[in-house]
């Protein structure tokens, strides 16, 4: 069993890594600013904000894994990477892994290029994509004593195409994966499972990765 830390524990992503980590015995504890509608039993709740790890008291302490699941949204549009960059100096040296949910946009479309972001990305997903890679650029600049994942959903993610839990899901490495009709989606759930797989069996240390169907 691990304990594994979730910040944005509430939120799209991060409320599908709670479920899926309590779902498979593990000690779950969900950070967010608001208390769930519809607690999960067998999860730890701890409100507050990242941006002030003081006062979240022993919350990472003896984590085995940190994931962050911030979304670029509302009042934390410019604040994800100052979050970031707080958990990076925080777990450097510790031996907890930091796992951060990225978004499609730095994913490339071919093996060496280009991304998604660069080619006709949607405008209105353009800063949230921007903070993706920014967060991935602040990751692969961290110090080595620092194990890190990043992981990029399917074009197609998000409560507006909640999809089901089929327990499958591909690795794409840093291409985005696609079905054979070219569309590219993945539901909550089946990230999820691609999150906790990677916490209980790392495969890319220091490395981001894409899954879809």
Same mark, same amino acid.
Not at 8 to 36: F, N
């Given at each position: 069993?691990?304990?594994?830390? @979730? ?65 670029? $949204? ?13 958990? @990076? ?7 907890? #892994?930091?796992? @951060? ?63 089901? $839990? ?11 994966? #696609? ?28 490395? $981001? ?5």
């Amino acid at each position: 069993m691990a304990r594994i830390v @979730v910040i944005g524990g509430t939120g799209y992503a991060g409320s599908h890594i709670v479920r899926e980590g309590v779902r498979r015995g593990h000690e779950i504890v969900s950070v967010s600013r608001s208390m769930p509608d519809a607690p999960v039993d067998g999860v730890r709740y701890a409100r507050g904000s990242v941006l002030d790890p003081a006062a979240l008291g022993d919350v990472f302490d003896g984590a085995d894994a940190v994931v962050s699941a911030l979304s670029p $949204r509302g009042d934390m549009q410019d604040a994800v990477l100052d979050a970031l960059e707080g958990l @990076v100096a925080s777990l450097t040296g510790t031996g907890t #892994r930091l796992g @951060v949910v990225g978004g499609a946009g730095g994913s490339l479309v071919a093996p060496g290029g280009p991304r998604l972001f660069d080619q006709g990305f949607p405008d209105e997903y353009k800063h949230e994509a921007q903070v993706g890679i920014d967060s991935l650029d602040l990751l692969q600049r961290s110090d080595e004593n620092l194990d890190w994942f990043f992981i990029h959903p399917a074009e197609v993610f998000g409560p507006w195409a909640k999809g089901e $839990r089929t327990g499958r899901y591909r690795d794409g490495g840093d291409v985005v994966v #696609r079905a054979e009709d070219g569309t590219s989606t993945i539901s909550g759930a089946d990230f999820a499972i691609a999150v906790i797989d990677e916490v209980e069996t790392p495969k890319h240390h220091r490395g $981001r990765f894409t899954v879809g169907y």
